[in-house]
């Protein structure tokens, strides 16, 4: 009888400090963010392989957004009242090759070469916390929604011969043996939650989440730290898919600030068609590796309005017979307009 007389005070305790904790939701943001970012393996390894390339321009809104957003944003299933919303477009280009780009036959133990033109629209919520100690929560939901094309319509070919064209680098000779035109759709989701360790000096970001279709599918997890002189408000630098994504905007405290960052994510891939092939077409393909892993690490610049974010991203063999791991640098500009 007294154990159960004290779980109850236990518990009446534990709802009083759940209500008493204040709580606040993000200030209207009435400025949105424009970005673009460049990823690229000579930025990492030096070598032109895997993944070679990809260039990606995004904007992400303010937070003063139409009435048709919000009704839409009504119709997830993670929306609240108490969150602010965000809607997102990005486009962007990317270009996969085998180690050796030269060679005109078939690599048949090498990744194919492939293209990916794709637009994206993202609708994003964020949920901030704050209790009588200081400590910070942050929270944030994305859901994407991805169109595009894989194979010779991405164009992809024809951008990587003329880039190196331009800078006397090798001819990519084997574009003959990449992945059929296919249209592509994907759904993608991810949570994250953001907990203040020191206030505003240094944060930590858990991440769970996936994705859903003919180009990518997978579920993914991972966690984020970073230190700088007086944190933004947002989620990590601006990266693509499949790496995580941050979250393409920031709210700066003030004029001038910096960060350090590292973090891990770890997936487990169902379909990946730049290394499955063509999935209606009989195409060049190789037997994946379904657990891949990231580690990445960078600094990120903000002045006012604008900020410069760099990445170098380390990741885990893709596919059975790749010889190594790979890694590759990201450069982004993002601007509040």
Known sequence: MKKWIVTKKLVLVTLILILTIPQFVLAKDSQGVWSISFENDLFG???DKHYTHGTELS???DTYHPDWLLSLAKMAPFYSSQKEVRYGFSMGQAIFTPDDITQKSLIKDDRPFA???YAT???MTDFRTLSKKGDRRNFNDTLELTLGVVGPSSQADNVQKWVHKHVNSDDPNGWNNQLHDEPGINIGYMRQWQFGLVPH???ITTRVGGMLGN???HAETGVLLRIGNRLSQDFGPPLMRPSNIGSKYFQPRSGFEWFLFTGVNGR?????IFLDGNTWKNSHSVDKEPWVGDIQAGLVINFNRVQISLTHIFRS???KKQISNDEFGALSFSYRF
Do not use: C, P, Q
Not at 268 to 272: E, G
């Open 59 to 61: 904007y992400v809104s």
């Open 201 to 203: 000096h240094m944060d």
């Open 45 to 47: 390894s030096g070598e």
């Open 115 to 117: 293209g990916w033109l």
């Open 268 to 272: 487990y891939v169902a379909r990946n």
């Open 317 to 319: 063999k893709e596919f």
């Open 215 to 217: 180009i990518f599918t």
């Open 121 to 123: 629209f993202s609708l």
